[in-house]
């Protein structure tokens, strides 16, 4: 996961600002995103067209004169290891204007406001409702709205149920909510809440951003995205035999823990499993890769027309050279911070001079490495005493 945020930074993302844009549903469209990813992908569509719609008319062009982009990830996990399907989307900050002979120039747009996000929300949400109607996926009437799902015997729809609503899906406490540990006060701070558009549980957010200068910020940030759903070190057992698992950031009743028994957290688990063929990872406007513009826009330069000669902004006809990709010990380097090419000795770097995998051969380099090291003799350092008594009671 880390290795793909590096790749993400250095291949694909431009050098131009990039704010996160993160998006999230009530627990029935949870669900229906869970059980038909073809609805996802269409909601995807209307939550990228309406955010790109807003940057271009807030820099004052059109759609025919202005292009932006950018990727989603979509997680499918939440803190308490319960399923939630949301998007984090991260966009290009502004949008790019592209004239006929290729040249290109990034207009940078400002922050969202307040009032913004409730709109664009409040959009998302009404052509949400809009486009499920006309599908027959949603009924509304004059109180509330519900979904009209077909039933089938897939077991998944019941363990996908359970666990968006942070209940225990199997067992003989099957229904029940799941068990959490409260071990701080409640909080009322509502700091962020500005920076937050909320509507019929939808919630958008966008108060992120890395300036074209900060690629180190952006990849952490693509490493944070991109995480897997379970902690390990979080994850523990306790004595009784059930799993506990420690929330990254308590909840504002002060809840840190939840516990789960063995069989409902597998079920969890699986809940998290998307379905087969569902890609996670989707590129939008000029980052998709059948834009023409991403050999122009991204690092890597890599897309439609890659081959040809391509205008850059110093040299102009200009043969694209291919990037060429890390090495296994600066991917170490990269993602784990393990500089493996430097001498502990010298502090020179090192090169590689032979690659062995005979596993005969390799016992052999190393029995003789073991003979030829000298044992080192480690200092016992004696244990403490008392002073002698006739030193302390001596004339």
């Not at 004169?65 to 399923?83: D, E, P, V, W």
């Not at 937050?196 to 940030?221: C, N, P, T, V, Y």
Request: one cysteine or more; hydrophobic letters at 40%.
């Amino acid at each position: 996961m880390a290795d793909s945020a590096a790749l993400l930074v250095d291949e694909v993302l431009p050098r131009e600002p990039i704010r996160q844009w993160v998006i999230s549903f009530p627990f029935q469209l949870r669900y229906l995103f869970a059980r038909y990813p073809k609805a996802m992908n269409k909601m995807l569509a209307i939550v990228y067209r309406t955010i790109a719609t807003h940057l271009i008319k807030k820099a004052g062009l059109t759609h025919k004169t202005a292009k932006t982009g950018g990727i989603t990830l979509i997680q499918r996990f939440g803190s308490a290891l319960n399923l939630n399907v949301h998007f984090h989307m991260l966009l290009l900050d502004g949008v790019y204007t592209i004239n006929r002979y290729g040249k290109r120039r990034f207009q940078y747009v400002s922050a969202p406001l307040s009032d913004e996000l409730t709109s664009l929300v409040h959009t998302i949400s009404h052509r949400i409702a809009r486009i499920l109607e006309r599908q027959g996926l949603l009924e509304r009437d004059m109180e509330q709205s519900y979904l009209t799902l077909e039933g089938d015997d897939d077991p998944m729809s019941q363990i996908h149920g359970h666990s968006i609503t942070y209940r225990i899906a199997v067992g003989a406490q099957q229904g029940q909510k799941v068990f959490t540990l409260q071990t701080l006060p409640p909080s009322d701070n509502e700091s962020n809440e500005a920076q937050i558009g909320q509507i019929a549980g939808f919630s958008l957010h966008a108060g992120i951003m890395a300036r074209r200068d900060q690629r180190k910020k952006l990849e952490r940030l693509c490493r944070y995205i991109c995480r897997p759903a379970v902690s390990e070190k979080r994850l523990a057992m306790t004595s009784g035999g059930r799993i506990r698992y420690q929330l990254k950031t308590p909840y504002r009743d002060g809840t840190t823990h939840v516990f789960f028994q063995p069989l409902d957290f597998i079920a969890r688990l699986a809940a998290l499993v998307p379905k087969p063929r569902v890609n996670l990872t989707r590129y939008h406007g000029v980052l998709a890769p059948n834009s023409k513009h991403r050999v122009l826009v991204t690092p890597a330069h890599r897309g439609k027309g890659s081959k040809k000669q391509i205008p850059h902004e110093n040299e102009a006809n200009t043969l694209f050279v291919k990037k060429r990709g890390m090495t296994w010990a600066q991917r170490l380097k990269r993602v784990f911070n393990i500089d493996i090419g430097q001498c502990e000795r010298c502090g020179k770097q090192m090169k590689v001079i032979a690659c062995i995998e005979d596993p005969f051969v390799i016992k052999k380099i190393l029995a003789y490495l073991k003979e030829q090291t000298p044992v080192k003799i480690k200092h016992v350092i004696p244990e403490s005493r008392s002073p002698p008594q006739s030193d302390l009671f001596a004339d």
